[in-house]
């Protein structure tokens, strides 16, 4: 498993799981490659973290994996989240006129911020016909878009609901989950437990997904639809109250027979919102727990979501001035 290609990622500012030590020791990194390759400008580069297998509770294993001599789409993103004109500094350092002093706008990862900055990616499935809505190493993305909240969970929430075609879905219709063997248990059965305790029906293609999801003591129906029949396929989805497709399966289909394609390409096809990302799945349940109770009461009786605007809407100029409070 090589991934998902860094274009399709999400990406969060400040950090939200990384230790101050880790910064401290990507900041090292960047500096010395800088000097490496004696660079004036802009440039991205990726370093990947995993556990030391000789001294799994030591520090993590950090390796770059790439290093490119350009600016990247996270650029303006950066720069709007540490109210930083880095184009404006890039130039001068381009040029030599001009360059402003270093500044450790992360504060080495030990001061706290009081707000979050997630960007998440923007696809155009509905635009490629039969394309499979599936990520990997190529990159699939067509956009992004930015969002800021007080915590990750609710920036993560706010930015996901920004994109064109995804959505909540409405309380009370069905989740429809999909998986394979390579898919993590624990996940699958946060996202059928979540919803299932929010009042939504679960359904599954498939007794062993089944299975899964039912050892999480959630109640689960097993349908079989029609992947191959459009218009059967469409009265299946509307008569099960489909409203949302989470097909967490990880491994690539060889073709089109592939049920997990089918069903992923089934909700590109109906306007349905997908989640086809186990992370992404895991922080969109991690969001809606976190939202407070009673965020939609006036919307949508007792259930605790608000499929349009669930937390406060703020300005840019107000997060910023967060973090200039005492």
């Not at 930083?84 to 990862?109: H, K, S, W």
């Not at 499979?132 to 956009?143: I, K, N, R, W």
Request: proline share 8%; glycine share 6%.
């Amino acid at each position: 498993d090589a991934g998902v290609h860094s274009g399709d990622a999400s990406l969060i500012l400040p950090p939200a799981s990384l230790a101050p030590e880790v910064m401290q020791r990507v900041r090292a990194i960047g500096d010395k490659v800088a000097d490496a390759f004696a660079i004036s400008g802009p440039f991205n580069m990726q370093i990947i973290m995993q556990k030391d297998p000789a001294n799994p509770d030591g520090p993590p294993l950090l390796k770059v994996i790439e290093c490119n001599l350009r600016a990247s789409r996270s650029f303006p993103f950066v720069s709007k989240v540490t109210d930083t004109n880095f184009v404006e500094a890039a130039t001068r350092a381009i040029v030599d006129e001009g360059v402003p002093e270093p500044q450790d706008l992360m504060q080495g990862g030990n001061v706290p911020w009081p707000y979050t900055a997630i960007k998440v990616p923007q696809f155009s499935w509905t635009r490629l016909a039969g394309a499979d809505p599936f990520l990997g190493v190529e990159m699939s993305s067509t956009g992004e878009v930015a969002c800021f909240g007080r915590t990750p969970a609710e920036a993560y929430l706010v930015s996901l609901l920004s994109t064109n075609g995804f959505r909540l879905p409405v309380p009370g219709k069905t989740v429809y989950i999909g998986m394979d063997d390579l898919s993590e248990p624990r996940i699958v059965q946060k996202v059928a437990s979540y919803f299932a305790g929010t009042g939504y029906p679960i359904m599954t293609d498939s007794e062993a997904s089944a299975k899964v999801i039912a050892e999480a003591n959630v109640d689960v129906k097993v349908v079989s639809l029609d992947y191959n029949n459009r218009r059967t396929l469409r009265d299946e989805v509307f008569g099960n109250d489909i409203d949302l497709v989470v097909n967490l399966a990880k491994r690539r289909p060889g073709d089109k027979n592939d049920t997990n394609y089918a069903m992923r390409r089934m909700a590109v096809d109906f306007g349905l919102p997908l989640v086809n990302d186990q992370r992404c799945a895991e922080m969109l349940i991690d969001a809606l727990e976190a939202l407070p109770k009673g965020a939609a009461v006036a919307e949508y009786g007792s259930q605790p979501l608000n499929m349009q605007t669930p937390v406060d809407v703020k300005t840019w100029k107000q997060y910023l001035d967060m973090r200039n409070v005492d």
